[in-house]
């Protein structure tokens, strides 16, 4: 089975999915994607959608940044995702990436007077982070201070100078300071520290993406491992003593931090909590935790 893309308000194979060369958000970043998985579990035989909705709803609110009308409802938006997983028939780890752009094929920076559409697309992907112990690197490059807490396209120049340059110094990723220096974020995910029996984690007051993950490790802390998440400034120098560092994204899932700029974090080995969090996150993703199985969308007709 080839894979799908929905495309001009249909399903066509992905390949055949193409954009005029025009098109005004390839130009200026005027478009705001998401990127949601489906996590397949081999023994139900199914692909779980993981806290679809969700996605949903913080796309909608990135369109209303840029002034990018949606033409479909939320629910729309779900159960067309639903469709194109489930024509694909992939029996793998999923990734969904939908975009809705500025679609006119006409020059000129501006968010007016423009028309908008929506496409998305599933691919078959695996781990995100290329190593199941991160090595990062404070970004010389600041994460930009206005207009964050959205997936707009445009804003993630500054993400992806800040990853290469992580890359090409020998790091797996970059962790970006906010305009006035506190600690913001990875290239593609949010960063938690544990500090004397307590998560802390930036807070939405720094301007970062608020994480699906995110949010679904501070619950799973609290709710099954008693631990609370303290959302405040976090300092540079922080990050060197914390006694675990762990990543949280969407495509990363859950990635644990070894070292930041040559500095071992705790024993440079995976943190307790952290792996605690792990373990639940990667079961309830799957559909294999019944108390949460209202976050999995299931794919397959079974
Ligand atoms: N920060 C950035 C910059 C990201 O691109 C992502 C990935 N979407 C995240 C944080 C994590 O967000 P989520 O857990 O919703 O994927």
Same mark, same amino acid.
């Given at each position: 089975m080839p894979p799908y893309a929905y495309f001009n308000k249909q399903f066509v194979p992905?390949?055949?999915?193409k954009i005029g060369v025009m098109t005004n958000f390839l130009h200026y970043g005027t478009a705001v994607f998401e990127g949601i998985r489906g996590n397949w579990n081999s023994q139900k035989k199914q692909i779980y959608l993981f806290r679809l909705r969700e996605h949903y709803q913080r796309l909608h609110n990135g369109c209303q940044v840029l002034n990018?009308?949606?033409?479909?409802t939320i629910d729309e938006l779900c159960q067309l995702t639903v469709e194109l997983v489930a024509k694909c028939r992939f029996e793998e780890d999923t990734y969904v990436r939908p975009l809705a752009y500025k679609s006119s094929e006409s020059l000129g920076?501006?968010?007016?007077d423009l028309d908008c559409d929506f496409l998305a697309f599933a691919f078959p992907w695996g781990p995100?982070?290329?190593?199941d112990r991160a090595r990062c690197r404070v970004s010389s490059w600041r994460f930009? !201070? /206005?207009?964050?807490r959205a997936k707009l396209t445009g804003l993630y120049v500054t993400n992806a100078v800040a990853k290469t340059e992580a890359v090409e110094n020998g790091f797996d990723e970059a962790i970006m300071l906010t305009p006035d220096g506190y600690v913001a974020e990875g290239s593609g995910e949010n960063i938690f520290l544990a500090v004397d029996g307590k998560l802390v984690t930036p807070a939405g007051y720094d301007g970062i993406l608020l994480g699906i993950t995110r949010d679904t490790v501070i619950k799973l802390a609290q709710d099954e491992l008693g631990i609370e998440t303290v959302e405040r400034h976090v300092g540079r120098v922080e990050l060197y003593t914390a006694e675990e560092c762990f990543l949280t994204g969407t495509a990363a899932h859950i990635t644990p931090v070894a070292e930041i700029d040559r500095r071992k974090i705790g024993? !440079? /080995?995976?943190?307790a909590v952290t792996k605690k969090l792990q373990k639940l996150y990667s079961e309830i993703i799957r559909g294999n935790n019944p108390k949460y199985l209202d976050w999995c969308t299931p794919v397959y007709k079974r």
């Open positions: 992905l390949a055949e999915a990018i009308d949606l033409p479909y920076v501006r968010l007016h995100y982070l290329d190593a930009p !201070g /206005e207009v964050p024993d !440079g /080995e995976i943190g």
